[in-house]
């Protein structure tokens, strides 16, 4: 059996159609149904664009930089580098079965994936390109581009256009669906030896003392692990806190109306820190990010909106301190023992 970080790699390099463009429902067990398969010619090309770096100001960042298949198509560095080599503010989240989401970016301030996969090119610390027109000038001069865009939509006049652009790179995320993990296979799959002992001591109290289905919700026929709402966590800062100094929340206002709040998010940590915030002005959002899958989090690391902790026992414990769940040692070793039987497995 191929391990499944070099699995999830292999899949990606060579074409994820060899799983069906919308995947295989050999590797969904445990997913909501798959969406209606796109093109193979649209998927293709959104592939080509996903690993393209010349799509960036300076041809050296591409969307795979700060989502890599190697790692469930996260990112492996606390926060991502852009263009310039700038680094951003955020930790890359896992990719893979992002076509069930309905919000996106830890914030939530996107709420389509087409919108989601056109962003990282005109922001200023990720892709830097000036507007998209300057990416769709790009693709224009590429005799292969012209040549992939034609065959992916053979109906358009002018297939070279941003709403095409977005279609193919949600084709593309919408192959990365992937579940048939060891829990999948117990749960759903029904095998009872798919989990060690540990690992069912560790779905229990997954689901019970820790409340961890509070957040990362199972459901009777598939699980995504995420409810996909706003909570406090990985973070220092609170409500409280936030609100104490007026003056210096101003400040950090004023720093987000002076460019594109996306731009703002990522090129200061103090707006960063403010989370759904930023997106609803409501003063209960403040430090809340969306609850992120823990499909695939033993290879996902680091963790949380600003990849602040590199050990997953270590984003266990913090998570259990910060909803005050007084686990035992053992408990907590369990709960570890647990999410690494969420990697998905892909037999070649």
């Known amino acids: 059996m191929v391990s499944p970080v070099k699995s999830l790699l292999l899949i990606s390099l060579f074409g994820l159609m060899a799983a069906g463009p919308s995947g295989n429902p050999e590797y969904a067990l445990g997913l909501p149904p798959l969406p209606p398969a796109a093109p193979e010619a ?4 959104g592939s080509k664009v996903f690993f393209d770096n010349t799509l960036s100001r300076d041809s050296h960042v591409a969307c795979y930089s700060c989502h890599s298949p190697a790692t469930a198509f996260a990112d492996n560095q606390s926060t991502g580098r852009g263009v310039d080599f700038k680094l951003g503010t955020r930790n890359g989240p896992s990719l893979m079965n992002v076509t069930f989401l309905n919000t996106f970016m830890w914030d939530g301030r996107i709420g389509t994936l087409e919108e989601a996969v056109l962003a990282p090119f005109t922001n200023v610390r990720e892709m830097g390109m000036k507007n998209l027109d300057e990416v769709l000038a790009r ?3 590429d005799p292969a581009y012209q040549q992939s865009f034609k065959q992916a939509f053979p109906d358009d006049a002018q297939p070279i256009q941003s709403s095409n652009l977005a279609k193919a790179l ?13 829990f999948d296979r117990y749960e759903y799959g029904k095998h009872q030896t798919a989990l060690s002992a540990a690992q069912k001591r560790g779905l229990s109290i997954f689901r019970n003392q820790g409340r961890c289905t509070a957040c990362h919700t199972i459901n009777k026929e598939h699980a995504l692990f995420t409810d996909e709402k706003f909570h406090v966590s990985g973070s220092t800062l609170s409500t409280s806190l936030a609100f104490t ?22 090129t200061h940590p103090e707006v960063a820190e403010m989370g759904r915030f930023m997106v609803t002005r409501d003063p209960l959002d403040t430090a809340r990010f969306r609850t992120p899958s823990l499909r695939n989090v033993a290879v996902t690391f680091p963790y949380f909106h600003d990849g602040s902790t590199s050990s997953l026992k270590l984003a266990v414990l913090q998570e259990a301190n910060t909803h005050e769940n007084d686990l035992a040692p053992e408990d907590i070793d369990d709960l570890v023992a647990f999410l690494h039987s969420l990697t998905s497995e892909v037999v070649p």
């Open 139 to 141: 693709l224009k001069k």
């Open 245 to 266: 100094d007026i003056p210096l929340l101003k400040s950090k206002l004023d720093m987000a109306a002076k460019m594109p709040l996306g731009d703002a998010i990522l």
């Open 42 to 45: 649209v998927v293709r090309l």
């Open 170 to 182: 949600t084709a593309f995320l919408s192959t990365l669906n992937f579940g048939n993990s060891a």
